[in-house]
């Protein structure tokens, strides 16, 4: 079975600084998509981020950028210059033809 | 950009009735889904519909649910019979291929009472 582990519960970062949320996942495909969604107390899910499997560039957008290590089956996204807007849930997810696999989720504390 | 649409944003309902959450996908998307999350929990995946059929479903989604896109571009999920554990937010989204980016819909709270 497919799985996406993201293993840290909660981080918190100091606004301006840097932060680094993990997720891996598991799969036995070649071609796939991976994602980080935001979800703000107001539970809407937004799309932060999506890499491309057989891409080994890095995708970014703005202050946030990944770590793709395929071989590793590791995901991690990397939030530049916090915001206190940065504030919510990021879920990672793998996406497959029929059905997209999320991690449980970490919650991020920013601090002023 | 489009939005994918829900309705209601929230429904309560007594244990033992029916209810349907509509949603109104992006026009050009092809895939379709119904996801569903317990405050502070995980987003759980119920159900794909692809080629007006489902394409395929999770354990969660038994014969009390069902799905249907009855004038191609409504989308349904009707629960036959509610339980108090289907109290959850129940989110819609879309895709315009396999594998590609979801749009979500800003989701339905359901409350079981």
């Known amino acids: 079975a497919q799985t996406v582990t993201q293993s840290q519960p909660e981080m918190s970062v100091q606004e301006a600084e840097t932060v680094t949320l993990s997720c891996t996942y598991d799969t036995s495909e070649s071609d796939y998509y991976l994602f980080w969604y935001k979800q703000p107390p107001s539970r809407q899910m937004i799309l932060v981020i999506r890499q491309e499997a057989y891409k080994q560039q890095n995708a970014t957008e703005n202050r946030f950028s990944v770590n793709f290590q395929k071989a590793a089956k590791s995901f991690s996204l990397k939030i530049s210059d916090s915001q206190l807007g940065d504030a919510a849930m990021y879920f990672c997810?793998?996406?497959?033809?029929?059905?997209?696999?999320f991690g449980t989720g970490t919650r991020l504390k920013v601090l002023a | 950009e489009p939005e994918v649409t829900q309705t209601p944003s929230h429904q309560v309902t007594q244990m033992g009735q029916e209810v349907i959450l509509r949603c109104v996908p992006i026009s050009n998307h092809l895939y379709f889904y119904w996801y569903r999350q317990i405050l502070g929990q995980k987003v759980e995946f119920l159900v794909s519909f692809y080629n007006n059929e489902i394409s395929e479903k999770s354990e969660i989604f038994d014969d009390q649910f069902s799905v249907e896109r009855p004038d191609g571009s409504n989308f349904t999920l009707k629960i036959r019979s509610t339980k108090l554990e289907d109290s959850a937010m129940y989110f819609c989204?879309?895709?315009?291929?396999?594998?590609?980016?979801?749009?979500f819909g800003s989701g339905t709270q359901l409350s079981v009472l």
């Open positions: 997810a793998k996406s497959g033809t029929y059905k997209y696999i």
């Open positions: 989204a879309g895709s315009l291929e396999g594998n590609e980016k979801l749009f």
